[in-house]
């Protein structure tokens, strides 16, 4: 597969690394981190309706840009660079995945425009008790009523939804187990029976919740048989995750790079000591084969490319694996302190930390691409 980026990809990436580098600054990452809401509605208004991001995925019949998971890739390796707090990654990549994968055309019409606008925001409630991304641990269910279907169970590590106007849930039929009989539905956050409270997380950049449905009122997405959608949902996610972490690692090597020139000992700059340069050169190799693959992933799903589920579990697992230790070295490399609540390394160091297991782990998903080549 041949793969470059047009001049559009490479002036939208401009524009938006210079969009993030004002909005998304350390000091203002630190801030909005102390908050409940986890961002800033302005910023929010502002990368929605400027700069059409939370509609890039989204088909321009529902109010959307119509670009594919590449540009939607490109996005996330910035805000992963400028560690962005927004719902973004809830919303534009995993609801509006879902949604675009699951529901049928009278509710993408409903839903898509709001998700589209940034009006509305919606997130994904997969993960139960046990944290895992897996679908034999759904144990959330869903029986037909009246007025739709009764969700009924508890979701835990949910990404910002304590803003979201919107929950995806991932259920199933009772009496089902593993992939079978699970379904998508979309429930409203405010509707009876739906109870948020917010977890502590290490990465406080990141919000997660808890969600408890005491038989709240659900609409289905498309069909009762939401294996093949959900699936799919998931195989985006995990690119852009891959992204997402590509560009945070990339900053990370950066940060190494330029404290090794700054900081003097013995009268020379630590980057002039062969084994720290074999680190930096070792780092740099890591990150650019994470991104490499990261945009092959993204290109093989807009392709329709087959071993799509393979390169994306593959490069979910190597992008963690790369991430963590990109973060491991360059605290390291800024010695005591880079150990400190001062220093700036920490905060991606914990989202690197909690990106390595957000949608499976690395172990987990390495376990997926085997199965997806039948070995």
């Known amino acids: 597969m041949y793969f470059s980026f047009t001049d559009e990809q490479e002036e939208f990436r401009s524009v938006l690394r210079r969009f993030l580098t004002e909005k998304s600054s350390p000091i203002e990452v630190r801030r909005l981190m102390e908050t409940d809401e986890g961002y800033d509605k302005v910023v929010w208004q502002q990368l929605s309706k400027e700069l059409g991001l939370t509609a890039l995925a ?49 509710q993408k019409t409903r839903w898509l425009p709001g998700l589209a606008s940034g009006d509305s925001i919606a997130t994904f409630a997969y993960a139960e008790q046990g944290g895992n991304w897996s679908d034999a641990e759904v144990a959330t269910t869903a029986e037909p009523a009246a007025d739709g279907y009764k969700v009924t169970g508890t979701k835990c590590f949910v990404t910002d939804g304590g803003v979201a106007n919107q929950i995806i849930v991932v259920a199933r039929k009772p009496g089902t187990v593993d992939s079978d009989g699970l379904m998508l539905l979309a429930v409203d956050a405010g509707a009876q029976g739906v109870a948020c409270s917010q977890m502590p997380a290490m990465d406080p950049t990141r919000k997660l919740s808890t969600i408890t449905f005491d038989a709240a009122q659900g609409e289905l997405l498309g069909t009762d048989d939401a294996g093949a959608a959900l699936a799919e ?82 490069i979910k697992a190597f992008a963690s694996d790369v991430y963590m230790q990109t973060a491991v070295h360059t605290v390291q490399i800024h010695g005591g302190i880079g150990f400190t609540w001062e220093n700036d390394t920490h905060l991606w160091f914990k989202r690197a930390k909690s990106s390595e297991v957000f949608l499976g782990t690395a172990a987990s998903h390495r376990e997926q691409m085997m199965r997806a080549m039948q070995v």
């Open 58 to 106: 989204i088909p321009e019949e529902f109010g959307g840009s119509g670009f594919g998971v590449t540009e939607l890739a490109i996005a996330n390796e910035e805000m992963g660079r400028a560690l962005l707090c927004a719902p973004y990654f809830s919303s534009a990549v995993l609801a509006t995945t879902a949604i675009l994968r699951a529901a049928t055309k009278e």
């Open 233 to 314: 949902t998931l195989q985006v996610a995990a690119v852009c995750l891959a992204h997402e972490m590509a560009g945070g690692a990339e900053r990370l090597l950066e940060s190494a790079v330029d404290y090794a020139k700054l900081r003097f000992q013995f009268g020379r700059p630590i980057g002039s000591f062969q084994s720290l340069k074999h680190k930096l050169a070792d780092m740099l190799m890591d990150v650019e084969l994470t991104k490499s693959g990261a945009y092959y992933a993204a290109a093989a799903v807009d392709e329709g490319d087959p071993e799509a589920p393979v390169t994306a579990a593959l």
